[in-house]
């Protein structure tokens, strides 16, 4: 639950597409489909004051319609948001990202503590993956 939040909250301080990720109970990682360089150590004082920030973490529910017409809360590629029963769960971590997503949550970010980005790779001409690690 804390590195999945964690990721939500690193997908709210790169704006780009997802392409790929992984998580796990220590560590976890996201590609992005971004051309530019990611400074580690600049994304790492982002992302934890973030997470200090202690942002509520809330759910809410739209129809499938209703997802069909806010792509743009799709922020993956690859991983489409869980669909078929008519409706789907947003995870709402106030103020700071709003995505379809059926995995788990921790209530409030600051549950998820200090984290440190562990190594940024270039994984060809657009992607870029983030690799994250707990801090603790």
């Known amino acids: 639950m804390r590195m999945h939040s964690c990721l939500h909250m690193l997908c709210a301080l790169i704006p780009a597409p997802v392409t790929g990720g992984s998580i796990q109970t220590d560590r976890g990682r996201l590609d992005f489909d971004l051309t530019d360089p990611v400074n580690k150590e600049t994304l790492t004082t982002a992302l934890n004051a973030l997470i200090q920030a202690d942002h509520t973490m809330t759910t809410q ?52 503590g200090r984290v440190r980005i562990a190594k940024v790779e270039k994984k060809g001409r657009q992607n870029r993956r983030v690799n994250v690690v707990f801090d603790d």
Do not use: Y
């Open 61 to 112: 529910w739209i129809t499938d319609e209703e997802l069909d017409a806010q792509p743009e809360l799709v922020r993956t590629m690859s991983a489409k948001p869980p669909r078929g029963s008519g409706r789907v769960r947003l995870v709402n971590f106030e103020g700071i990202d709003l995505q379809p997503c059926g995995g788990t949550h921790v209530k409030s970010t600051a549950e998820i």
